[in-house]
């Protein structure tokens, strides 16, 4: 592949003084290239690429000799030998010279696209990326409500101890008052707990009653601190390396988590509970990323697809965990052992080959290259690997066209651009408004339906287990229907299609007046509303790469994510807060779901189209005809 290295030409004395700022960008580039021959020509010392030779001492010494120089002699001391940053003048020609290096997508293509090192790796890290589910969700259980009333003497029967209520079921907060059997009072002497489970917070802290809002407040904070790692801990990724920055934060994880089996008190747990998130997002988004970055660009739509099943299997492996473990103790540290046994193979696995290519690190380049092919039965051919380059070497960042360096250039290129540039047309406007929209209820609608779970009717344990089970097929009809549809039409379908059969379940009773058991419809309702919000969910990361124009791209998928973070965060609250009519949450999420697919009528399709790169890019959009290029895929 090529590389645009940029070499400075100092432009001193008479060229100075004939330039024309009206030159046009082409005439410029002959002009540079012309320079740079007449220049190999009088120095030497010059390799073949066309980079400085180390040996060279023939330079002035008021220059930097790393870099090749112009002919035009130095204004300060007369040497026409003249390298690039010439202290004592600042006007400056640029070049554009091809030079050979590691290109990280053509050695993956080299290696072989679904070759068996890539796979080895996959499934290693789907592993890591599966477990991340149980943190999320293991409140579920660890904070079960394993029913309870009001602790009486031992002699007294519930029938006169415990007053029912309307849907004839004891009270779980107040009791008659045993001096007064016609009147009502709070719980005298603690509680009385059922025995679905050995043991949860919710029975060892007595979180029933006023204190019922501590659960579902910790999973809020829970998700603050995954919101707060995916901002500030993701990037280290980039600075330290995937593998070190995984393998770190799941011994860091692990040990937290095993510490939180041991917590005494709800404060304790709930911290604990925050850091654990806070490096769990970090975790899940860096696996992500390096399962993407080893299989080829053009290849990474099924391992995209796979990673993402693995989320339900984990919320099917919990459900087993959850129904096998009841005490909430030894299933913090079941979930928590995973982070350990992972080490055991992790350190053994190799860095990200993109990554190292991106630093520079060409040497430890060649070495897992060549393992991978050796594992693959692939032969690498030495085109793919420059000698010169074994070593880190710094390259400077070329500017975009001479146009834009004398000022001639396209102005949108040159201009800044900042979060207020969403909102200055009407039409990227509209797109910004509904798109962030989306996210949040999204986002709102799955973790809701998630953290709702315990209140469907049937056994929790067995509704956790398909709620996971149907992300999988979604997942799969999703892939298939973004690249023969398009993006519009499968958005619409599945958030309408998710918002109409959460709120069918509030009218479905749990049971006929004849006494037939309606309770596996309504679960199959809501699981049929689950299927939905997980296929919008997953439209939604590609919508949003593609509608955005490149300039202000990076700004609306990081305002996206807040939004995406916001639904994470109140998806709790709103259950609890509407917990007191069962299957009342779903039908929020329902509207919420609803709303949002007739929103999505006012964004353009941008199925088989370009990228737009500018605002006026997209307002151009909705008149664009399709284009034949390569799909964009997940």
Avoid at 34 to 60: P, T
Avoid at 91 to 99: D, L, Q, T
Wanted: with cysteine; net charge neutral.
């Amino acid at each position: 592949s090529k590389h645009l290295r940029m070499l400075q030409f100092r432009n001193p004395g008479k060229f100075m003084e004939d330039f024309d700022p009206e030159t046009s960008a082409r005439e410029m580039r002959k002009m540079n290239r012309r320079i740079y021959r007449e220049n190999r020509r009088k120095n030497q010392a010059y390799d073949e690429s066309g980079i400085l030779m180390e040996n060279s001492q023939d330079l002035c010494d008021c220059l930097d000799v790393r870099c090749p120089g112009c002919h035009f002699p130095c204004p300060k001391c007369g040497s026409e030998k003249c390298g690039t940053e010439c202290r004592c003048n600042r006007k400056w020609v640029y070049e554009y010279v091809e030079v050979e290096v590691m290109d990280a997508d053509a050695i993956l293509t080299a290696l072989g696209a679904h070759g068996r090192f890539q796979w080895l790796i996959f499934f290693a890290l789907t592993f890591i990326y599966m477990r991340g589910a149980w943190p999320v969700l293991a409140i579920l259980f660890i904070g079960g409500d394993p029913g309870h009333y009001c602790k009486t003497d031992t002699n007294s029967s519930l029938e006169i101890s415990i007053p029912k209520s309307a849907d004839g079921e004891y009270e779980k907060c107040s009791m008659y008052d045993p001096m007064d059997l016609n009147s009502t009072v709070k719980c005298q002497d603690g509680w009385t707990y059922g025995e679905e489970f050995d043991s949860t917070i919710m029975s060892d802290w007595n979180l029933v009653c006023d204190k019922d809002y501590m659960v579902d407040l910790s999973s809020t904070i829970y998700m603050a601190g995954s919101a707060a790692g995916a901002l500030f801990l993701t990037p280290f990724a980039d600075v330290f390396g995937r593998k070190y920055i995984i393998l770190s934060f799941l011994i860091i994880q692990g040990a937290i988590g095993f510490g939180t089996a041991f917590a005494d008190d709800y404060i304790l747990f709930t911290v604990l509970r925050f850091f654990i998130g806070l490096l769990n997002m970090p975790i899940a988004l860096t696996v992500y990323n390096y399962i993407a970055e080893m299989f080829p660009a053009s290849h990474r739509s099924y391992p995209a697809v796979g990673i993402n099943c693995s989320w339900g299997v984990g919320l099917i492996l919990l459900a087993v965990f959850g129904y096998f473990i009841r005490d909430w103790r030894i299933l913090q540290m079941v979930i928590s052992l995973p982070n350990f046994i992972t080490i055991v193979y992790f350190c053994f696995l190799p860095e990200s080959i993109p990554w190292l290519v991106s630093k520079k690190k060409y040497t430890e380049v060649k070495k897992t290259a060549k393992f991978a092919a050796k594992v693959n039965g692939k032969t690498l051919p030495d085109s793919l690997f420059d000698p010169q380059y074994d070593s880190d070497t710094e390259f400077s960042e070329p500017p975009h066209s001479s146009d834009e360096l004398y000022g001639g250039g396209d102005t949108a290129q040159q201009k800044k651009y900042t979060i207020l540039d969403l909102f200055r047309t009407p039409r990227i406007r509209r797109y910004t408004l509904v798109m962030f929209y989306l996210w949040l209820a999204d986002s709102l609608s799955y973790f809701g339906v998630l953290f709702a779970t315990p209140q469907l009717h049937g056994n929790q344990f067995l509704n956790l287990g398909i709620s996971g089970a149907v992300e999988i097929p979604s997942l799969i009809i999703c892939m298939l229907a973004i690249d023969w549809i398009g993006r519009k039409k499968p958005i619409i379908f599945f958030l309408l299609l998710s918002g109409v059969m959460n709120i069918a379940t509030i009218f479905v009773p749990a049971t006929t007046e004849s006494g037939v058991d309606l309770t596996p419809l309504q679960i199959t309702l809501a699981m049929i509303g689950k299927f939905g919000i997980t296929g919008a969910y997953s439209i939604s990361y590609l919508y949003s790469s593609e509608i955005f124009p490149t300039v202000v791209r990076n700004h609306a998928v990081g305002l996206s994510s807040f939004f995406e973070n916001l639904g994470s965060i109140t998806a709790p609250l709103i259950v609890y807060s509407t917990s007191t009519l069962r299957n009342l949450p779903l039908v929020v999420f329902g509207v919420l779901t609803i709303v949002g697919g007739f929103l999505a009528l006012l964004l353009p399709e941008t199925h088989r189209r370009p990228l737009p790169e500018t605002i006026e890019d997209v307002k151009k959009m909705c008149a664009r005809k399709a284009q034949q290029t390569e799909d964009t895929r997940l």
